[in-house]
């Protein structure tokens, strides 16, 4: 990712993590459940959790995304969980699009084509990532 696109996501990001977690994950899950309810048996803990986490490792992304090798290890290890869960490469792809459509809501106006294009860019690279991880 260019320095330009990192302080797009990083900027939206700033914003975003004004949205209280549990509103963001409740969004996102009932988002990706309405477009592949397949994935919901995948959920077996609490909801509640999952929303924290959720945002939790997406603000841990965004915080390094200028030092991602930092974090290279636990986002493979990342990918390889998403193994044991049942993701299939496939979901990756409506992941990120919920995801996307996620940070537009929550975002209004403020969303940008360019915040968009940086976010399109940073989740295939982290998926990207996860899916050599697990698969390769």
């Keep these: 990712m260019t320095a330009q696109e990192i302080a797009a996501v990083k900027k939206s990001w700033q914003l975003f993590r004004k949205i209280d977690p549990q509103l963001v994950g409740d969004v996102f899950y009932s988002r990706l459940f309405l477009q592949m309810p397949s994935v919901k ?6 909801m509640t959790a999952q ?9 841990l992304v965004v915080s390094r995304l200028d030092r991602i090798e930092e974090i290279t290890e636990d986002i493979r290890e990342l990918g390889l969980r998403h193994v044991q869960y ?6 990756y792809k409506l ?4 995801l996307l459509w996620t940070l537009e809501q929550g975002l209004g106006r403020d969303w940008t084509e360019e915040m968009a294009a940086a976010w399109t860019k940073c989740y295939k690279t982290l998926s990207g990532m996860m899916i050599d991880a697990a698969y390769r």
């Design 95 to 98: 992941i990120g699009d919920t």
């Design 51 to 59: 929303y924290e986490k959720l945002v939790d490792m997406l603000s």
């Design 86 to 91: 049942g993701v299939r490469p496939g979901h």
């Design 41 to 46: 048996p995948m959920f077996k803990h609490s």
